[in-house]
């Protein structure tokens, strides 16, 4: 089983949709999260943290379900500018930080 | 705003040849990180280094890989005898504390 695994999607989706993302860990000690935005040949840009109780940054919210190794980023009101790729990264013990493949987004018109 | 830079933006080698890759981190900034991504995959950590030593390495990073701060500015990744598979966007990062790491933009790394 794979570290981190993301599906790859696309997604594509209209603008104003509300869309959500699932990320798996195999690391049952597993301790920090993260979502990242990728933009094409960019670099990745922190998104937001995933805290245990769930966590909301105006439109997007993160959740982290540690029973089923799984954390999750919703978008709401789509823009296009969203479009990206989302990337979910996990830390355990140590600092080494695995990153996920990514979840490509597309919000059109 | 502070940002992490790196230079050169795409570095185009022959294979055998020695790389030396540039980052300037953000300013007070002391944890300093490499990583690569190749093309369509996934971003892989090679390397942490704090209070001039590496902290942390993965499996990638074997002995024709080194990281140097070679003065108070500079963050440097060499590589010592590029092979095809190099081939890869290598990113720089930095953190002041436990707190958000800032990517460069990166290096495109072509090794031909």
């Known amino acids: 089983r794979k570290e981190v695994e993301q599906d790859p999607g696309p997604f594509n989706v209209p603008e104003g949709a509300t869309v959500a993302f699932n990320c798996t860990y195999s690391?049952?000690?597993?301790?920090?999260f993260f979502w990242y935005r990728q933009d094409c040949r960019k670099e990745p840009k922190l998104l937001m943290s995933?805290?245990?109780s769930g966590n909301e940054d105006g439109r997007f919210t993160a959740q982290l379900n540690r029973a089923s190794q799984y954390i999750s980023l919703l978008i709401r009101d789509s823009k296009l500018s969203d479009s990206a790729t989302y990337l979910c990264?996990?830390?355990?013990?140590?600092?080494?930080?695995?990153f996920g493949r990514g979840t490509s987004l597309i919000v059109h018109p | 705003e502070p940002e992490v830079t790196q230079t050169p933006s795409h570095q185009v080698t022959q294979m055998g040849q020695e790389v030396i890759l540039r980052c300037v981190p953000i300013?007070?900034?002391?944890?300093f990180y490499w990583y690569r991504q190749i093309l369509g995959q996934k971003v892989e950590f090679l390397v942490s280094?704090?209070?001039?030593?590496?902290?942390?390495k993965s499996e990638i990073f074997d002995d024709q890989f080194s990281v140097e701060r070679p003065d108070g500015s500079n963050f440097t990744l060499k590589i010592r005898s590029t092979k095809l598979e190099d081939s890869a966007m290598y990113f720089c990062?930095?953190?002041?504390?436990?707190?958000?790491?800032?990517f460069g933009p990166g290096t495109r790394l072509t090794v031909l």
């Open positions: 990062a930095s953190k002041q504390g436990a707190d958000t790491q800032y």
């Open positions: 690391n049952s000690a597993s301790q920090s």
């Open positions: 995933v805290y245990s």
């Open positions: 990264v996990v830390k355990g013990g140590s600092y080494i930080p695995t």
């Open positions: 300013s007070n900034h002391l944890y």
């Open positions: 280094f704090y209070n001039n030593e590496i902290s942390e």
